[in-house]
């Protein structure tokens, strides 16, 4: 079977050297040893085990990707940059015909998806690509389409903890907002408590101090009006591998849908998921 050649970008950011480090370890992908990186990183390689990645800075990228274009004919790019390179990131994208996974949450999505449907390639952009937690966004979503108003009358508290080095509020946290609007409940991005603070994440949140620098904690709390009846639900992962496992999966779904011919489209991970055509 041919290998999908795979052009991780974000390097040395954590979340795109664990997803470096899975297509190193997985004999489906072959690892292209470039990637772009941000202004603040002064770096012109990074070592990954035995593997010497070239860091691409933005005033470099257009040389660059000429240049690995040659050498390479195909492969798709994995984005987990910063929020902040969202949109230009993929703008760059869709310039040069690179099929692109979006991870990196932030930026204007609605710009975002507008860019990949006016281009030559497809995309799968998603604000979590955990399959598990996706599939419970899923299942949320169901809910607020059922069953409108359910929870009319209930209060509601989203706490979300990620580590300290993340620049946004959860993307996920901010999905689940619609849901629970049209369950019922009242709520905006401004409602949630975001927690960035080590200390206060290992004394009184419990998370084990081996995971503050990589974890996502979520509890979504209902409370009817007279305090009698209480709904939790909380999807806690430590670590980053079962993000990471849903990158590589969006990737061989977008590889599928380029050797179809499918451009300018957006794909979703609830598309990777149920394996839509």
């Known amino acids: 079977m041919e290998q999908i050649k795979v052009m991780v970008n974000g390097i040395p950011g954590n979340m795109a050297v664990n997803v470096a480090k899975h297509v190193i370890n997985d004999s489906m992908f072959e690892l292209i040893p470039y990637a772009l990186t941000g202004p603040e990183i002064t770096e012109t390689e990074y070592t990954l085990d035995s593997t010497v990645i070239s860091l691409i800075h933005p005033q470099e990228s257009d040389k660059a990707i000429a240049e690995i274009k040659e050498k390479e004919n195909y492969f798709v790019s994995v984005d987990y940059s ?5 949109n ?3 703008g760059f994208y869709c310039k040069y015909n690179l099929p692109f996974v979006m991870g990196t949450t932030g930026g204007d999505r609605k710009l ?9 390639i ?6 979590n690509m955990a399959k598990q937690i996706v599939g419970f966004q899923a299942m949320m979503e169901y809910a607020a389409k059922t069953f409108p108003d359910l929870f009319k009358g209930y209060s509601l508290e989203i706490k979300e903890s990620h580590q300290k080095g993340k620049a946004d509020t959860s993307g996920t946290a901010k999905a689940m907002i619609g849901y629970f609007n049209d369950l019922g409940t009242p709520f905006s991005e401004n409602d949630i ?3 960035r603070d080590p200390e206060v994440q290992k004394n009184v949140w419990g998370i084990p101090e081996e995971y503050l620098e990589g974890h996502g ?5 209902l409370v009817s009006s007279d305090k ?3 709904f939790a639900f909380s999807h806690n992962v430590n670590g980053r591998d079962v993000y990471a496992k849903g990158t590589l999966d969006a990737v061989s779904y977008i590889d599928k849908k380029v050797k179809a011919g499918e451009k300018g489209k957006v ?11």
């Open 228 to 230: 009698t009846v209480r």
């Open 267 to 277: 794909y979703t991970m609830i598309d990777v998921l149920k394996g839509r055509n």
């Open 217 to 221: 904690w979520h509890t979504y709390t």
């Open 112 to 120: 975002l998806e507008d860019t990949v449907c006016s281009s030559s």
């Open 88 to 90: 230009s990131n993929a």
């Open 122 to 127: 497809p995309a799968v952009i998603a604000q």
């Open 82 to 86: 910063h929020p902040s390179s969202v």
């Open 193 to 195: 408590t975001k927690e």
